[in-house]
């Protein structure tokens, strides 16, 4: 079984996330901000990581950078998971080495979908 790490400080976005993973069989670990995500991956070291952008204190594009660029977690597939819908966004996330990027709100086909390519 697969773990999936979120990290989002919502605890609503979280949640519905959560449960279509775990309906689906994955196993889920949860951090709500970017450095407790990055900590988490370091110390958990999960099959993916769905990141969101807009976080306090270390945001998604600097955590995401940190971990696809650390010797512990540069192996780790980042999905980047935000409302953040501008092309700059999204190739600014890809340049920070995230695998996808997925416009919120998500559905359970598209999610599932993007978690399987990253992974392969």
């Known amino acids: 079984?697969?773990?999936?790490?979120?990290?989002?400080?919502?605890?609503?976005?979280?949640?519905k996330l959560t449960?279509?993973?775990?309906?689906?069989?994955?196993s889920v670990l949860t951090?709500?901000?970017g450095e407790a995500g990055v900590a988490e991956a370091k110390q958990s070291n999960p099959d993916v990581v769905l990141m969101d952008i807009v976080m306090p204190g270390l945001n998604g594009f600097q955590a995401t950078r940190q971990l696809s660029k650390g010797?512990?977690?540069?192996?780790?597939?980042?999905i980047i998971v935000t409302t953040k819908d501008q092309e700059t966004d999204r190739v600014?996330?890809?340049r920070q080495g995230a695998k996808a990027y997925l416009t919120k709100p998500i559905g359970e086909k598209q999610l599932l979908d993007a978690i399987s390519?990253?992974?392969?």
Do not use: C, F, R
Not at 71 to 78: K, L
């Open 92 to 94: 600014w996330g890809l």
């Open 71 to 78: 010797s512990q977690t540069a192996h780790i597939p980042v």
């Open 31 to 33: 951090a709500s901000t």
């Open 19 to 26: 449960s279509m993973l775990e309906k689906n069989g994955y």
């Open 1 to 15: 079984m697969a773990t999936v790490l979120i990290v989002d400080d919502s605890p609503t976005e979280t949640h």
């Open 117 to 120: 390519d990253a992974m392969n």
